[in-house]
């Protein structure tokens, strides 16, 4: 199954970037409409001031003729030069501090100093099998928190950081000389299998030891 954005992730992961607009966000996985979305919301914020404020400030009185003026080049230049700063501060707060970082990695291209080119955004790559020569069942595991095992995952928020436990993590439950701790063998986790003869476990006896002619051609 793909893991998308917008249909998995959007229910507890929010793209909005002005706390005092809740309705603002900007798209997903597409930097330049990222900026460009920016840009917007700031400059109506500019020429519009009456946007992010509280409900009681926006019902306050108007001067008249307020919303239609003019502006002149001067402020124009000013507007422009507000809204390009302030995209480019919640850009970077959004891309290498909180909300992208969070799932991607973020590389910062030195050579880009400002803009959607400044920053590579890596794709998300969800693993699904992390222990390819073993069996791991989380749902085995469902009596258990997840930082009793990912001991540091409730306080690390680096996207970079597996938090994968060694072996030793296992065997603070799991043993075979510890009335204290699930009785485990290797064949609980692992199958093993000669080169010919197929996989084996408890439950599937040793085959007879191969001849010396088979052992001289392996």
Excluded: Y
Aim: net charge neutral; charged share 30%.
């Amino acid at each position: 199954m793909t893991v998308r954005m917008e249909t998995h992730c959007a229910r507890c992961h929010t793209l909005q970037f002005d706390e005092a607009d809740p309705s603002a966000t900007v798209p997903h996985g597409d930097l330049p409409r990222m900026f460009k979305a920016l840009e917007e919301h700031f400059s109506r914020t500019f020429l519009n001031p009456a946007i992010g404020r509280t409900a009681s400030q926006k019902d306050s009185p108007r001067r008249p003729g307020g919303e239609n003026k003019i502006l002149t080049h001067d402020e124009q230049r000013r507007a422009l030069a507000w809204a390009d700063s302030q995209s480019m501060a919640v850009a970077r707060e959004l891309l290498e501090k909180r909300v992208c970082v969070e799932c991607h990695k973020i590389t910062p291209n030195p050579l880009r100093a400002e803009g959607p080119q400044h920053w590579r955004v890596e794709p998300v790559r969800l693993t699904e099998r992390w222990f390819p020569r073993a069996r791991f069942s989380h749902a085995a595991h469902a009596t258990s928190t997840c930082s009793a095992c990912h001991h540091q995952v409730e306080s690390d928020d680096d996207s970079a950081n597996i938090q994968m436990p060694g072996v030793s993590v296992c065997r603070e439950c799991h043993g075979d000389n510890d009335r204290r701790k699930v009785a485990s063998t290797c064949v609980m986790c692992h199958d093993f299998h000669n080169s010919g003869r197929g996989p084996f476990s408890e439950s599937r006896p040793v085959s007879a030891a191969p001849d010396k002619a088979e052992e001289v051609r392996r």
